[in-house]
């Protein structure tokens, strides 16, 4: 393919400004009108007797800068080495009765989108960082997953209430991975209370052994490097990658575990929801073949288990490139959408995650879908709060959105990463391909890490393949990285 895009020396492009016209480009709507303004000077939680659980020594870990908290934990250890999972979920319907204005636009915008210089959230910050964030030494409003789980991590009851709570510790990501692997100090707070550091060693425990029991049934082990913008005096000058930890990692294994637990609760209750869902890889043929590059032989029908075998010894032998890897595999097996399930329908399931039930309700105050989850449970002795109609619809919006997201984020991470290589034309970098679609041929590069076209070179290249480009090009302001083999 002939490179005929034209490079041209620009001013400097305000980002704050073209994150806002990327979200309006892509059908979201980045001011909050007038009627959602007007609704927040009159908002008040309903009322209820929720279960009063503020003496439970709660905690959350969240990003550094993170004031939408969505969810605390706590855990309580049992005889036969069964714990007790308390996981506390901000109770945000609690302040949006449905089709009020807040609602009716956190439905049509469906998801918070986070640019890398500018996040536009789903609902107003008085409510996601103020009313209903779940912030350190407040009595807050929560809908409570209580999960027993055995020593094998199976587990053995669950159920789900409103409740009041207080965090008595937010903590982060950072501060308390390091402590947890060793690389660290404990945190401030964590070195102040044994008791807290006790909660988190039950917590960092319960939580492997969830994830060994979900890689035992077949789960993905999944590696991702993310990247956030790095500024000096106000300019971006480099991409740091974002690492998983064991922090991150304990607050996905609960996740997950409440995910399902909320999934299988709707199920039982024999009512109409919202799924995650995670289709069986249509192309399984070319993740057969990606793995038989690397001398490894996977069966001919679709199979979790024996791919996450193949990520984690490829993980085992060269881990620099196992995000890489974990990259291609993603691409190929497509993203994940929302759909409606009714009671008797067959469940399409998740295939990442290798179980059958699965949704999303752990952050209300960044994702509709969670939201409207919240609404159902929280009715679940009452009328139906939606008709399976509805339930469709809001899926379908869901999934579209969140696909619009994507693409702004993609955007606008190329014009971040656009604008630390400006300087670097005509060096050469590793790359792996991303995607290969009729629009172009696609590669990463992998420090720093960032996605261009590949502009020269592509014949005979597929997902998956490591290959060295050189950058012939780049354009902020169109967010174009060009690459030539």
């Not at 609760?265 to 990606?290: F, G, Y």
């Amino acid at each position: 393919m002939a490179d005929n895009r034209k490079f041209m020396t620009h001013a400097p492009l305000n980002l704050d400004a073209a994150a806002k016209q990327s979200m309006i480009d892509n059908g979201f709507q980045p001011d909050f009108p007038a009627e959602v303004q007007m609704q927040l000077q009159h908002l008040a939680p309903e009322s209820g007797q929720p279960r009063d659980l503020r003496h439970l020594p709660w905690s959350s870990i969240d990003n550094d800068t993170s004031r939408d908290l969505d969810q605390i934990e706590v855990c309580e250890p049992l005889d036969d080495d069964a714990v007790r999972l308390w996981l506390g979920i901000a109770d945000v319907v609690a302040f949006i009765p449905k089709g009020s204005a807040i609602d009716r636009y956190a439905a049509a915008e469906a998801t918070s989108v986070y640019t890398g210089v500018k996040t536009f959230p789903m609902l107003p910050e008085k409510l996601s960082t103020d009313l209903t964030s779940l912030l350190e030494g407040a009595d807050k409003l929560c809908v409570v997953i209580e999960m027993v789980f055995s020593a094998d991590a199976s587990i053995q009851s669950s159920s789900i209430y409103p409740a009041l709570v207080r965090n008595c510790a937010q903590l982060t990501y950072n501060a308390v991975g390091a402590w947890l692997e060793g690389a660290g100090p404990a945190p401030a707070k964590v070195a102040a209370s044994a008791e807290l550091e006790k909660q988190l060693r039950i917590q960092d425990a319960l939580a492997q052994r969830l994830r060994d029991c979900r890689y035992r049934h077949g789960a993905l082990n999944i590696d991702s490097i993310e990247t956030r913008p790095v500024t000096a005096n106000g300019v971006i000058v480099h991409l740091a990658p974002v690492l998983k930890n064991r922090a991150t990692e304990l607050i996905e294994d609960f996740m997950i575990a409440a995910n399902s637990v909320m999934a299988r609760t709707l199920a039982e209750k024999q009512v109409s929801s919202i799924r995650r869902v995670v289709k069986t890889p249509e192309r399984w043929n070319r993740i057969v073949e990606l793995a038989a590059r690397y001398g490894e032989t996977l069966p001919a029908e679709p199979d979790s288990g024996a791919l996450n075998a193949f990520l984690l010894k490829r993980k085992a032998t060269d881990p620099m490139h196992s995000a890489d890897l974990s990259l291609a595999v993603v691409k190929l097996m497509g993203p994940g959408e929302y759909v409606l399930e009714r009671p008797g329908d067959t469940r399409e399931g998740h295939f990442g995650l290798a179980v059958r039930d699965y949704t999303h309700a752990t952050a209300p105050n960044r994702r509709f879908a969670d939201l409207v989850t919240q609404r159902i449970v929280k009715a679940l002795d009452a009328a139906a709060p939606y008709s399976d109609e509805e339930l469709a619809a809001i899926a379908r919006n869901c999934t579209l959105r969140e696909d619009a997201a994507r693409k702004v984020e993609r955007v606008m991470s190329k014009r971040i990463a656009a604008t630390v290589l400006q300087h670097r034309i005509g060096e050469r970098f590793s790359a792996i391909v991303t995607g290969v679609t009729p629009k172009g041929t696609f590669v990463r590069v992998l420090n720093p890490h960032a996605e261009g076209r590949l502009m020269r070179g592509e014949a005979g290249v597929d997902v998956g393949d490591k290959i060295d480009v050189t950058l012939v090009g780049t354009d902020v302001q169109r967010g174009f990285i060009d690459f030539a083999r």
